[in-house]
């Protein structure tokens, strides 16, 4: 990366590119599976964050591991849907950032993750950054 497009990204942080919480689909976590897979399928994400009833963060949770957890020997056992909740599938270790986040800090993230919430220091969500966005603010350097 030339030192000019590196001292350009360096200068954004989250909140230059983050999309805000009232745009992002997101399950309650004591919603159960069924909820949060209708949301999935509807939304056409394969993966949402995870919220609690203060609108703080959870985890996230996506459509592989629900079909997995309803996944029988020899069919999908659909009626597993409505007695797990979302806290019995979702995933917990997945990097949260703020809104001050570093650009650098988030391609990193965004290399092994399609995206990362944003919290605030009471763990409240804020929003998500995608690995999309990123890219558009990589593309747009190189044409500066
Ligand atoms: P993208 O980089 O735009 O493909 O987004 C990566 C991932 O971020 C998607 O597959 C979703 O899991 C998640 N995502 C993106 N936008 C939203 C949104 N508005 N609401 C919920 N999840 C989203």
Do not use: W
């Not at 399928?41 to 995870?50: D, L």
């Not at 592989?64 to 009626?79: A, C, D, N, Q, Y």
Request: charged residues 30%; glycine residues 6%; proline residues 3%.
């Amino acid at each position: 990366m030339s030192s000019v497009i590196k001292r350009n990204l360096e200068d954004l942080t989250v909140r230059d590119f983050m999309i805000p919480a009232e745009k992002v689909a997101h399950v309650q976590i004591g919603n159960p599976i069924e909820h949060a897979l209708l949301v999935l399928v509807e939304s056409g994400y394969s993966s949402v964050p995870v919220l609690d009833i203060d609108y703080k963060y959870r985890g996230t949770i996506g459509k592989t591991p629900i079909l997995k957890s309803v996944m029988g020997i020899e069919r999908f056992e659909m009626e597993i849907l409505s007695e797990k909740k979302v806290e019995d599938v979702m995933r917990k270790d997945q990097p949260t950032i703020t809104k001050d986040t570093d650009f650098l800090t988030c391609l990193k993230v965004v290399i092994d993750h399609a995206f990362a919430c944003v919290v605030d220091e009471g763990g409240y969500f804020v929003g998500i950054i995608t690995r999309r966005a990123i890219l558009k603010e990589v593309n747009k350097s190189m044409y500066l």
